[in-house]
């Protein structure tokens, strides 16, 4: 076997494991760390062809001839979870930063990645993957307004660039997911592994540019730089707890699981492109502090969501 085949296969196997560790990388270098951040959105259409390889089809064409859940389910999360979530956070008086970034956050749309480490967890790729693409589609027209309505941020975005940016994304890893399936043809089943561990891969390169700054933030403001990252993992768990919640009276447990954990990785990034240069500079430090949830939650959610799923047959 091809060494880096063989690589690849062990990696697709311990993405929960691996994916922690590409954080340290990009706080180790953060020289690699800032050279690499014209790279983020080239590696997020990247991504979303790999998912896409990977995806069950079948599963995903019944999902979409039948849209109304998936819509009904990102409608909750880019307008009731912020809704839900932003008396609480103001409720415990933390930062004024934070809470606005903890909104915006809960806000954003979900992010690219949450549909493939769904597979590694046993919850339903396609079904995440469907809650992504069509969060992404609605947000130009619920994050502008609602961020003005509880924050009293006016954005000033075009819906129309913003959308057009989105849709890019969308369209170029469709055509790149189709261009892998055509090109593996019969060999896909055998090759899902060997995507599974270039999707790893190319999480961690992710995640590198990502960590841009942050060592720099990190020295002038420790205890601050801690607080946002504790507050960035209770952001997440608190928004995929009400997903899940809200969501468990109606649907069958994978699919109210799946919404909750999709509702918790929200695209974060995307605040960086939409922000006023005057918006208050905690919120870009949360940015960077909301990663480390991103890449470390799906390990600590494992064993629950094993404990939760039946294994795959």
Not at 34 to 56: K, N
Not at 211 to 234: I, N, T, W
Request: hydrophobic fraction near 60%; charged fraction near 10%; aromatic fraction near 8%.
């Amino acid at each position: 076997m091809n060494p880096v085949v063989h690589v690849l296969r062990r990696m697709g196997g311990r993405a929960t494991t691996l994916l922690p560790f590409s954080l340290g990388l990009g706080l180790l270098f953060q020289d690699i760390a800032a050279a690499a951040r014209p790279l983020v959105w080239p590696l997020a259409v990247v991504l979303l062809a790999l998912t896409l390889a990977r995806t069950d089809w079948p599963r995903l064409a019944i999902l979409i001839r039948r849209p109304g859940l998936a819509i009904v389910l990102a409608l909750l999360n880019l307008l009731a979870v912020p809704m839900i979530v932003w008396p609480i956070w103001q409720a415990i008086g933390l930062w004024p930063g934070l809470i606005a970034a903890l909104c915006l956050s809960a806000m954003a749309p979900g992010i690219i990645s949450a549909a493939t480490t769904a597979g590694y967890l046993r919850l339903d790729s396609s079904l995440a993957l469907l809650l992504t693409l069509f969060t992404n589609v609605f947000v130009p027209f619920t994050l502008p307004p609602l961020a003005l309505w509880l924050l009293g941020l006016d954005l000033k975005i075009s819906v129309l660039d913003l959308s057009l940016r989105l849709a890019l994304t969308a369209v170029l890893g469709l055509l790149g997911g189709l261009a892998i399936r055509r090109f593996l043809g019969p060999r896909l089943t055998q090759s899902g592994s060997t995507l599974d561990g270039l999707s790893v891969a190319v999480l961690m390169v992710f995640a590198i540019p990502l960590m841009d700054g942050v060592v720099a933030r990190a020295l002038a403001e420790p205890l601050k730089l801690v607080g946002f990252v504790g507050g960035a993992f209770a952001g997440m768990l608190l928004c995929n707890l009400v997903m899940t919640l809200v969501s468990l009276p109606f649907l069958d447990r994978l699919t109210a699981l799946t919404a909750g954990y999709c509702s918790g990785g929200r695209h974060n990034a995307l605040l960086m492109a939409v922000l006023p240069v005057t918006a208050d500079p905690d919120i870009f430090l949360f940015i960077a502090a909301v990663q480390f949830p991103i890449y470390i939650i799906p390990t600590l959610l494992q064993p629950l969501y094993r404990r939760l799923l039946p294994r795959p047959a």
